[in-house]
């Protein structure tokens, strides 16, 4: 045997092991990355329906401030009773305009309702303005 031929043998199992360290550590770090990166934009995903129900709701609340509010104070009625009317007014009218996927997410990061999450962000959305 020469020396080439052993420099070979030597090479060829060098390249065998590593190649073995690859499949073994380097196949699952970059799996585990690429889960990251799935997950980071399945979070930045369910972050921007969060943020565009929450726009919904104060877009909803305003609305209800300019017009049901508005027309209940003028009219000297504006109570207890009417303040609910216009409450689940407003969670019937933000509930509708939410999308299953907008629901299924809030319902998924949350312990509450639907309604009950809408009403304690109508709440938020009063106090806020």
């Known amino acids: 045997m020469d020396w080439n031929q052993i420099i070979i043998s030597v090479i060829g199992g060098l390249a ?15 799996r585990s990355k ?27 609340v305003r609305a209800a401030e300019q017009t049901l509010v508005k027309e209940y104070k003028e ?6 009773e009417t303040q609910a009317i216009v409450l689940n007014t407003v969670i019937e009218e ?8 907008q629901i299924n ?9 639907i309604e009950e999450w809408i009403r304690m962000r109508i ?6 303005n």
């Open 75 to 80: 009219k000297g009625e504006w109570n207890k």
């Open 16 to 30: 065998t092991i590593a190649m073995g360290l690859i499949t073994a550590y380097l196949i699952p770090w970059l």
């Open 34 to 60: 690429i889960a990251l990166i799935k997950s980071e934009k399945a979070r930045k995903a369910l972050e921007m329906l969060l943020q565009f129900s929450l726009q919904t709701i104060d877009i909803a």
């Open 94 to 101: 933000v509930k509708a305009s939410l999308s299953q996927e």
């Open 105 to 113: 997410s809030i319902l998924a990061q949350t312990q509450l309702s």
């Open 123 to 128: 709440e938020a959305a009063v106090n806020n």
